[in-house]
T-cell receptor, first 110, second 114 residues
Framework: SQQGEEDPQALSIQEGENATMNCSYK?????LQWYRQNSGRGLVHLIL?????REKHSGRLRVTLDTSKKSSSLLITASRAADTASYFC??????????FGQGTILTVHP | NAGVTQTPKFRVLKTGQSMTLLCAQD?????MYWYRQDPGMGLRLIHY???????AKGEVPDGYNVSRLKKQNFLLGLESAAPSQTSVYFC?????????????FGPGTRLTVT
């Protein structure tokens, strides 16, 4: 079973706009991670937030975590065409195991 | 430094045939993982290993076997392929203990079972 739901399933924006993706998870986690997947390629790690953290920034990325609601969000500011990809959240548990959401397909139009 | 590599990149099998997928990493990572990704879905963990000589079941282990005889290699075997095993298979590794949670992924193997 998947860790949870991602919302929206698809997002289409113009270059320069912000993109927000949401993720909900079901079970207890040690951390919440976000990965990017370009079409036909492997996943690339973007950012990790631990269960005792509420917000984290990395460049144009901002991630939040609300453990009481079992939810997380990823904000990409000032989107670029190169940000076009699928984005997955993944809950991390013991031995580094990850349980992935179904992903959000982001399309950034030039 | 090639990172995580997977062999082969593509494969077509007939129902009942067997094959082995090879994952290799040159980063001296302790932990390695095998996932499958079906269309429109996230990845699901098949098996994982926390070190040379160890393996453990993930979320969807049925129909697959694994071996980790060398630290740098993690093999995924299908003894009798079924159409339901048509998928894209990804291998990943992570470095314990410093950055145990960030996983590095290979490019994937696209398997079709007819």
């Amino acid at each position: 079973s998947q860790q949870g739901e991602e919302d929206p399933q698809a997002l289409s924006i113009q270059e320069g706009e912000n993109a927000t993706m949401n993720c909900s998870y079901k079970t207890s986690i040690n951390n919440l991670q976000w990965y990017r997947q370009n079409s036909g390629r492997g996943l690339v790690h973007l950012i990790l937030i631990r269960s005792n953290e509420r917000e984290k920034h990395s460049g144009r990325l901002r991630v939040t975590l609300d453990t009481s609601k079992k939810s997380s969000s990823l904000l990409i500011t000032a989107s670029r065409a190169a940000d076009t990809a699928s984005y997955f959240c993944a809950g991390g548990t013991s031995y580094g195991k990850l349980t992935f959401g179904q992903g959000t397909i982001l399309t950034v139009h030039p | 430094n090639a990172g995580v590599t997977q062999t082969p990149k593509f494969r077509v099998l007939k129902t009942g045939q067997s094959m082995t997928l090879l994952c290799a990493q040159d980063m001296n990572h302790e932990y390695m993982y095998w996932y499958r990704q079906d269309p429109g879905m996230g990845l699901r963990l098949i098996h994982y290993s926390v070190g040379e000589g160890t393996t453990a079941k993930g979320e969807v282990p049925d129909g697959y076997n694994v071996s980790r005889l060398k630290k740098q290699n993690f093999l995924l075997g299908l003894e009798s392929a079924a159409p339901s095993q048509t998928s894209v298979y990804f291998c990943a590794s992570s470095y314990w203990p410093v950055r145990a949670y960030e996983q590095y992924f290979g490019p994937g193997t696209r398997l079709t079972v007819t």
